[in-house]
């Protein structure tokens, strides 16, 4: 079995900042790419930002000079640093990573984490 559980949401007011982690754990061989999905009521989940194992990054238009992703392979970790929050920014935010569990398959799944509340008052 593998988890993934984040922590660090919470209500902030606008400017503020939040840092998000998530942890996974279980049977893990490796993990690939990791990243950060968001969902706002009555919204399509869309993603935030991306990290490979290689530390490149992606992020969405809406963030970028704003959050940004990391990664403590140490620790199966990837963490997202929010600064500069905006009302909008509000929504639950999960984790997702791509894991391979075997060392004899070269095969990665996809799990999620159960999502952590962000919202940011005005």
């Known amino acids: 079995q593998v988890q993934l559980v984040e922590s660090g949401g919470g209500l902030v007011q606008a400017g503020g900042s939040l840092r998000l982690s998530c942890a996974a754990s279980?049977?893990?061989?490796?993990?690939?790419?990791m990243a950060w999905y968001r969902q706002a009521p009555l919204k399509q989940r869309e993603l935030v930002a991306m990290?490979?194992?290689?530390?490149?990054?992606n992020y969405a238009d809406s963030v970028k000079g704003r959050f940004t992703i990391s990664r403590d392979n140490a620790k199966n970790t990837v963490y997202l640093q929010m600064n500069s929050l905006k009302p909008e920014d509000t929504a639950v935010y999960y984790c997702?990573?791509?894991?391979?569990?075997?060392?004899?398959?070269?095969?990665?799944?996809?799990?999620w984490g159960q999502g952590t509340q962000v919202t940011v008052s005005s």
């Open positions: 279980g049977s893990i061989f490796s993990i690939n790419d």
């Open positions: 997702n990573a791509a894991i391979r569990r075997s060392k004899y398959y070269n095969l990665s799944s996809t799990y």
């Open positions: 990290i490979t194992n290689g530390d490149s990054t």
